[in-house]
Antibody, heavy 114, light 112 residues
Framework: QVQLKESGPGLVKPSLTLSLTCTVSGFSLSSYGVIWVRQPPGKGLEWMGVIWGNGNTNYNSALKSRLSISRDTSKSQVFLKMNNLQTEDTAMYFC????????WGQGVMVTVSS | DVVMTQTPVSLPVSLGGQASISCRSSQSLVHSNGNTYLHWYLQKPGQSPQLLIYRVSNRFSGVPDRFSGSGSGTDFTLKISRVEPEDLGDYYCLQSTHFPWTFGGGTKLELK
C-alpha cells in the first residue's frame, strides 16, 4: 500500500539548514510527485513546494530563496533542504503524494531554537 | 498568489445536523485545460490531513456520501450532512490550479 514517512532532526539552531527526508513505498517517484506542507503549532497549512515525476520542481514564492526539493528515485526518497532557519519555521512538516495529495505522511515536528 | 478565503473560522454543529463551509478564491480556479483544481481535506486532532473531495465534487475512495462538494470559478462549498463524531476537526480547501498552491485558513467543526 501507499506509504510516506518523514524523518529528520527534531531541533535545529537558528540560521542553520534543515534537512528532511520523505521515504515512500507503494508507488514510484517517476510516476508521482511529492509535495511538502508545513503547519506551525496551532495554525493552518502552508504549501511549500512540489517535485514532479519528471523531476521538475515548483516552490512557494515566499520560501523559494531558501528552499530546495530533490529526490533519489532509486531509494524512493525525496529531500527537503531549507537554509537560514528562523524561529517562525518551527512547525510540523508533512510530505504527501500528488494526485490531489491523496496520501500523507505522519509528519515530523521541527523546532528552531538555540 | 491566489488567496483562499475560508468561512466560517469556527462552525458549531449538533450531531446529526448539517454543516456548510465556504471557500472563495481571489481569482478563477479554472485551469487552461478546463479542469478546476479545488480540493477539500479534514485534519483530525493530532493527525495528518486526509483527502475528502478532489476537483470540486469528487469524493475520494472511502469517503461517505454525507460529504459533498460544489461550486465553480471562485466560489466553492463543502457540505456535510448528518454530522457524526468522526467528522469533527479542521477542514481546509486547497487550490492547485495556480502556482504556488494555496490553502484556505481552515474551519474548525466542533460540537455545539
Amino acid at each position: 500500500q501507499v506509504q510516506l514517512k518523514e524523518s529528520g532532526p527534531g531541533l535545529v539552531k537558528p540560521s542553520l539548514t534543515l534537512s528532511l527526508t520523505c521515504t515512500v513505498s507503494g508507488f514510484s517517484l517517476s510516476s508521482y510527485g511529492v509535495i511538502w506542507v508545513r503547519q506551525p503549532p496551532g495554525k493552518g497549512l502552508e504549501w511549500m513546494g512540489v517535485i514532479w515525476g519528471n523531476g521538475n520542481t515548483n516552490y512557494n514564492s515566499a520560501l523559494k530563496s531558501r528552499l530546495s526539493i530533490s529526490r533519489d528515485t532509486s531509494k524512493s526518497q525525496v529531500f527537503l533542504k531549507m537554509n537560514n532557519l528562523q524561529t517562525e519555521d518551527t512547525a510540523m512538516y508533512f510530505c504527501a503524494r500528488t494526485g490531489y495529495s491523496d496520501y500523507w505522511g505522519q509528519g515530523v515536528m521541527v523546532t528552531v531554537s538555540s | 498568489d491566489v488567496v483562499m478565503t475560508q468561512t466560517p473560522v469556527s462552525l458549531p454543529v449538533s450531531l446529526g445536523g448539517q454543516a456548510s463551509i465556504s471557500c472563495r478564491s481571489s481569482q478563477s480556479l479554472v485551469h487552461s485545460n478546463g479542469n478546476t483544481y479545488l480540493h477539500w481535506y479534514l485534519q483530525k486532532p493530532g493527525q495528518s490531513p486526509q483527502l475528502l473531495i478532489y476537483r470540486v465534487s469528487n469524493r475520494f475512495s472511502g469517503v461517505p456520501d454525507r460529504f459533498s462538494g460544489s461550486g465553480s470559478g471562485t466560489d466553492f462549498t463543502l457540505k456535510i450532512s448528518r454530522v457524526e463524531p468522526e467528522d469533527l476537526g479542521d477542514y481546509y480547501c486547497l487550490q492547485s490550479t495556480h502556482f504556488p498552491w494555496t490553502f484556505g485558513g481552515g474551519t474548525k467543526l466542533e460540537l455545539k
